[in-house]
């Protein structure tokens, strides 16, 4: 895959001498790092560019960005691998950096793709690919293996190395990895740490101020220590506290893990707050931001906690919603219809904090929806490790819904998947999902 890299970046530098660039991802942590990475190097290459960020994609987008210009030269990050239905009739080439399935069948030779998929390779996320493709565009992009790490993290590869992901933390030379508890920031308070924590969420602790102070006082830990500047003992001491807290729940098995500092704005910072941070830009809609904090933009860094705060009271004041909200209830599976009630944009985050808690049992299909404008957005997520294969579950519901003028894309794989409806569809939406889950059941 390393040699195709190399290949495409120099298809890239030729076909692009008198062309302007268009960078389109996606919105994530994952999709904003890409975009950021592939920017910074464009910029240092004195290349014509601009970026367009997507929450999704679809055949309108596609559309409209293939026509918006038939000059520029569009690459795509950490999308379009399964939209390649409508690149049947390019003027112009186009390239894709993706990790998401691909039909091969569907690729021509206007495509010009990198996806792991088509090299049997192990598993890299959007940044990690546009890292690599940089690097392949100048030797010294080797200095933005960082926002690869924020990227790796935010789509949660870290706990699964490649040999190729490996040789990225190595191009990052002050780089700190430290085992320990999941919980961040890593480097701030571990009061407020706990008390923002959604993954894991802690039973009595995560919402409530006074429950993580009282933890932390059962266990004296001063609070104002960061989980960076524990002891072992008391590490150890924390850990078995959240362990037994979460013990009935389906999370047990991913509490532990590294914590990586990185060099940032001149200073140590944990990568996963960062990740976290890109990302509670984007899903409050502020894209801009987000791409402006990986460029270490000061201004963007005050904005961009500014924001965090806000996410995180919205993501709390959501759990306590969807508590609230009437669910429907079958074998197996739990549809939550939030409506207006929560936004779209956070309605993923809120169904996979509940997959991991208390509330359900291991194997549950979870269905959140939420509204966005005339659409209705669906994030699907089985609690625990092992289910059914959530993707072919909504592919089969939306199928009878799709038609010349409208189709809804189904993203995502087997154990977290999505997609977006219209509104008008809502009651036969949820009625056809109903009866898919069933049959799975009954094939299970």
């Known amino acids: 895959m390393l040699d195709s890299i190399k290949r495409l970046a120099e298809e890239f ?25 592939l920017a910074k190097a464009l910029k240092r290459l004195e290349k ?56 091969k069948d569907k690729l021509n ?11 049997d390779e192990e598993e890299l996320c959007g940044a990690e690919l546009s890292y690599l493709f940089a690097k392949e565009l100048e030797s010294k992009n080797t200095d933005l293996s960082h926002l690869a790490i924020i990227g790796m993290i935010g789509d949660r590869h870290e706990t699964n190395l490649s040999k190729i992901s490996q040789q990225i933390l190595n191009d990052t030379p002050e780089l700190v990895i430290k085992r320990g508890l999941l919980v961040y920031p890593a480097t701030r308070p571990l009061k407020k740490a706990l008390e923002y924590s959604t993954s894991p969420y802690i039973p009595d602790v995560t919402g409530s101020g006074i429950g993580a102070f009282n933890l932390l006082r059962e266990l004296n830990i001063d609070g104002e220590k960061s989980l960076f500047e524990l002891n072992e003992e008391e590490m ?44 509670s830009c984007s899903r409050l809609g502020c894209s801009d931001i987000a791409i402006s904090l990986c460029l270490q933009n000061e201004n963007a860094k005050q904005k961009a906690i500014e924001i965090y705060a806000q996410y995180k009271q919205q993501l709390i004041s959501a759990l306590k919603t969807m508590e609230k909200i009437e669910k429907i209830k079958g074998n197996g599976f739990v549809i939550m219809n939030a409506q207006d009630k929560i936004k779209d944009t956070i309605i993923g985050t809120v169904t996979s904090i509940l997959s991991s808690s208390i509330n359900y049992e291991e194997g549950t299909i979870l269905i ?23 993707k072919e579950v ?49 094939k299970v």
């Open 13 to 37: 530098l030729e076909l692009t001498k008198e062309k302007p660039i268009r960078i389109i991802s996606h919105h994530d942590t994952d999709g904003i790092t890409s975009a950021a990475i």
């Open 48 to 103: 014509k560019f601009s970026i367009k960020i997507l929450k999704g994609i679809d055949e309108v987008a596609i559309r409209s960005e293939l026509e918006r210009n038939n000059k520029e030269i569009l690459i795509f990050l950490d999308l379009a691998s399964s939209n390649l239905d409508y690149f049947t009739s390019l003027k112009l080439p186009i390239f894709i950096l993706d990790h998401h399935e691909i039909k």
């Open 109 to 119: 030779s206007m495509i010009k793709m990198i996806n792991p998929h088509l090299f």
């Open 236 to 279: 150890s001491r924390l850990i078995t506290a959240i362990m037994l807290k979460i013990s009935k729940t389906n999370q047990k098995d991913n509490i532990i893990g590294n914590h990586y500092l990185i060099k940032f704005f001149n200073t140590q910072e944990d990568a996963r707050e960062l990740s976290v941070l890109i990302n």
């Open 368 to 390: 959140g929806m939420a509204y966005n404008e005339n659409k209705i957005k669906v994030s699907a997520r089985i609690v625990g490790r092992e289910g059914r294969n959530l």
């Open 394 to 442: 909504l592919e089969k519901t939306v199928v009878s819904f799709n038609s010349e003028t409208s189709k809804a894309e189904v993203g995502g794989h087997q154990m977290a998947a999505g997609c977006l409806i219209e509104k008008e569809q809502e009651k036969e939406f949820i009625e056809n999902l109903k009866r898919n889950l069933e049959i799975e059941i009954l």
